[in-house]
């Protein structure tokens, strides 16, 4: 299983940035996927989840109003559309997949998820 994430970058703030992931080597629709992101000296905290059919969404608090998720289950690809960043959005973005994930409650920890892309770079200038 690979997770292969891309599109990171520096932009300054209010601008806008799109990452992606694209798996390979599962059947990505068994998969609901999530965001993480960890920024230097502090712990990964959770960003945003899809469900296997993208139908339903999720989002931090924190993150609300400004970004989307998506995901192309031809393509086996999820997408961040970040809108609107701030200096403190700055971090390393992760995607992970959660095989069969639970229709009772949302994924938000890091060891609820069963593989992980390596993390592409967000820095948000002031």
């Known amino acids: 299983v690979q997770l292969q994430a891309s599109g990171g970058g520096t932009v300054q703030a209010g601008g806008s940035l799109r990452v992606s992931c694209e798996a390979s080597?599962?059947?990505?629709?068994?998969?609901?996927m999530g965001w993480l992101r960890q920024a230097p000296g502090k712990e990964r905290e959770f960003v945003t989840a899809?469900?296997?059919?993208?139908?339903?969404?999720y989002y931090a608090n924190s993150v609300k109003g400004r970004f989307t998720i998506s995901r192309d289950n031809a393509k086996n690809t999820v997408h961040l559309q970040m809108n609107s960043l701030k200096p403190e959005d700055t971090a390393v973005y992760y995607c992970?997949?959660?095989?069969?994930?639970?229709?009772?409650?949302?994924?938000?920890?890091?060891?609820?998820?069963?593989?992980w892309g390596q993390g592409t770079q967000v820095t948000v200038s002031s």
């Open positions: 992970a997949a959660k095989l069969f994930p639970s229709r009772d409650h949302w994924h938000e920890n890091s060891d609820e998820y069963d593989y």
């Open positions: 080597g599962l059947t990505f629709r068994n998969y609901g």
């Open positions: 899809i469900s296997w059919s993208g139908g339903s969404t």
